[in-house]
């Protein structure tokens, strides 16, 4: 067994895998990162995406990129009642994202990224409120943690 594991071992630390984030705070993933600017995002959706955006790159002196973003946030009900009444609603989010290099204009990626939550309606208007605001700040972040992700991949030099 022990053999096993070792061989394993030995596999992986041969086939080039290794970490996204390694050399943390001074590694290649987080200076590009920290080189992202992300331009405004209108509505209540945009504000709560850029600020889990921002959190996330921790710009750092000047930008190398800036991040445009456009969102797509959808309500549908989903189970009806015989009085037509909604009992279940699905929240989606959508981004279409292009991260721009600042020194020659050029659209470095050109992406999407999107989830989406389910929320029971009940008969309490204010609790459905507060549930379908609760979704989108979920997704917000999710949608967050996507773009950086691929930002990540697309922009870190390959060894």
Do not use: F, H, K
């Not at 800036?66 to 009642?81: A, K, N, P, S």
């Not at 600042?102 to 999107?114: E, I, K, P, W």
């Not at 979704?135 to 030099?157: F, G, K």
Request: charged share 25%; glycine share 10%; aromatic share 4%.
């Amino acid at each position: 067994m022990r053999a096993a594991v070792l061989a394993l071992g030995l596999l992986l630390a041969g086939c080039g895998l290794r970490p996204l984030y390694g050399g943390g705070e001074s590694g290649a993933v987080r200076q590009t990162l920290s080189g992202v600017e992300v331009a405004p995002i209108t509505g209540q959706n945009g504000w709560l995406v850029a600020n889990a955006l921002r959190d996330r790159l921790r710009q750092e002196g000047p930008a190398r990129y800036r991040l445009e973003i456009r969102l797509d946030d959808d309500i549908t009900g989903l189970g009806i009642r015989r009085d037509d009444s909604i009992t279940r609603e699905r929240r989606t989010l959508r981004a279409r994202y292009q991260l721009v290099d600042l020194s020659n204009g050029q659209v470095r990626l050109d992406a999407t990224a999107g989830s989406d939550a389910g929320i029971d309606v009940v008969t309490s208007e204010y609790a459905t409120i507060a549930a379908e605001r609760s979704a989108l700040e979920r997704l917000s972040l999710i949608v967050a943690d996507q773009i950086v992700t691929r930002i990540a991949l697309t922009t870190t030099p390959r060894p």
